[in-house]
């Protein structure tokens, strides 16, 4: 059975900085992309960056140049660091993973960005 648990959230001031992990299991699954989306109450789940396979990467637009994603193939795990950080990327993180013919998410991780 396939789990993602994201860690790592938490409360920091505006222009602080945050760094999000999620760990896959088990360690032998290969996943094609994975990648963080975040969604706030009210709003549709939106995503923030995705790690492709073959190594691309693919960040939006209103966190690019701020946030930076990564992973680690061997260890199954993916990063977002997130720097700058402003009130409106506060919501709730979660961790995404696809292979050829399931999709998985995490339980997410809260982030909040005070003023």
């Known amino acids: 059975q396939v789990q993602l648990v994201e860690s790592g959230g938490g409360s920091v001031q505006a222009g602080g900085s945050l760094r999000l992990t999620c760990v896959a299991t088990p360690k032998s699954v290969g996943f094609n992309n994975m990648g963080w989306y975040r969604q706030v109450p009210g709003k549709p789940r939106e995503e923030v960056a995705l790690?492709?396979?073959?190594?691309?990467?693919s960040i939006a637009g209103s966190v690019n140049g701020r946030f930076t994603i990564s992973r680690d193939y061997a260890e199954n795990t993916l990063s977002l660091q997130m720097t700058k950080l402003k009130p409106e990327d506060t919501g709730i993180y979660y961790c995404y993973a696809r292979t050829d013919y399931t999709t998985h998410w995490g339980q997410g991780t809260q982030v909040t960005v005070v003023s």
């Open positions: 790690s492709l396979s073959g190594g691309a990467t």
